[in-house]
C-alpha cells in the first residue's frame, strides 16, 4: 500500500537523528517551528500541478527540499549520492558553481569541505536560499570555517546571462525553470573554460504534463541531448 506523506515524513525523520537534530537548529535560527517544516513538505509534493517557480521564495519549501534528500528509496537519494561521484570525477578542479540549488547538497559536507583550495558557489533567484544555506551551514558546520569553501550568488536563470567561468557546473533539475532555457545554456556555455565540466539532471517526462515551473520537459534521454 502507497504511503501517505505524512508517514514519509515521519519516517524520514525517525530514520535519521541528525537531521531532526539538524533541522531543529535551523528552525531555531530562522523562527520556523516543526509544523511549518510538514507544510511545506505537503505544499510542494500535493500541489505541483497549480504552483509556479515563486513557491521557491517560501523557506518552508527550502526545509522541504533539503528533507527530501534523505527520504528512504527516494530518487533524491541517489540523485544526492551520483553527484558527489560526479563531482569526485571531475578530477583536479577548483572551481564549481551549483546553479538553482534549491537547498544545498549532501555533496558539499561529503566531498567540498574536505577538499582544500576548492570553492563553491550557490546560486539561486531567490534570497530564501541564502538565507536557509547559511543557517544549516551554521548547524551542521559550526566549528569550522565553511565561509572559506562556499560563497552565494544572486542569480536568476530568466536574465540569460552567464554566472561565470567555472571549472564545473551544477544545474540540477534547475534549467527547466527558466522561461529560455536554449539561450541561457548558450550564453552559460560562452563563459565557461574549454574543459569545463557540465552536470545535469533534467525532466524526462510527457510535454502534455508541463508544470508551471517548467518552460521545457523532454520525452525521451536521447531530445534532452540533443
Given amino acids: 500500500m502507497k504511503k501517505s506523506l505524512q508517514e514519509i515524513y515521519q519516517e524520514t525523520l525517525a530514520s535519521h537523528p541528525k537531521l531532526q537534530q539538524t533541522l531543529a537548529s535551523v528552525m531555531s535560527k530562522l523562527g520556523m517551528t516543526a509544523e511549518d517544516v510538514f507544510i511545506g513538505f505537503l505544499r510542494y509534493d500535493n500541489d505541483i500541478g497549480t504552483y509556479d517557480n515563486r513557491i521557491y521564495d517560501d523557506m518552508r519549501v527550502r526545509a522541504a527540499l533539503y528533507l527530501k534528500y534523505f527520504v528512504i528509496g527516494s530518487y533524491h ?19 564549481i558553481v551549483d546553479i538553482g540549488y534549491g537547498a544545498p547538497g549532501c555533496y558539499i559536507s561529503e566531498y567540498i569541505l574536505n577538499v582544500p583550495d576548492i570553492e563553491l558557489t550557490l546560486c539561486d533567484a531567490f534570497e530564501s536560499a541564502e538565507t536557509f544555506s547559511r543557517a544549516l551551514f551554521e548547524s551542521l558546520f559550526p566549528r569550522t570555517n ?3 569553501h562556499i560563497r552565494f550568488q544572486r542569480f ?37 573554460p574549454k574543459k569545463a565540466h557540465f552536470i545535469l539532471s533534467l525532466p524526462i517526462c510527457s510535454m502534455s504534463e508541463l508544470t508551471h515551473m517548467h518552460f521545457i520537459e523532454w520525452l525521451t534521454e536521447n531530445d534532452a541531448v540533443d
Avoid at 558527489?84 to 570525477?89: G, K
Avoid at 540569460?160 to 536554449?182: C, M, Q, R, W
Wanted: charged share 30%.
Fill in 77 to 95: 537519494v541517489d540523485r544526492q549520492r551520483l553527484l558527489t561521484e560526479f563531482i569526485r570525477d571531475c578530477g583536479k578542479i577548483k572551481t
Fill in 146 to 148: 565553511w565561509e572559506t
Fill in 156 to 192: 536568476d536563470l530568466n536574465q540569460k546571462v552567464s554566472p561565470g567561468s567555472f571549472d564545473a557546473y551544477i544545474l540540477f533539475d534547475s534549467i527547466e525553470h527558466a522561461n529560455d532555457p536554449t539561450t541561457v545554456m548558450d550564453e552559460i556555455v560562452k563563459q565557461a
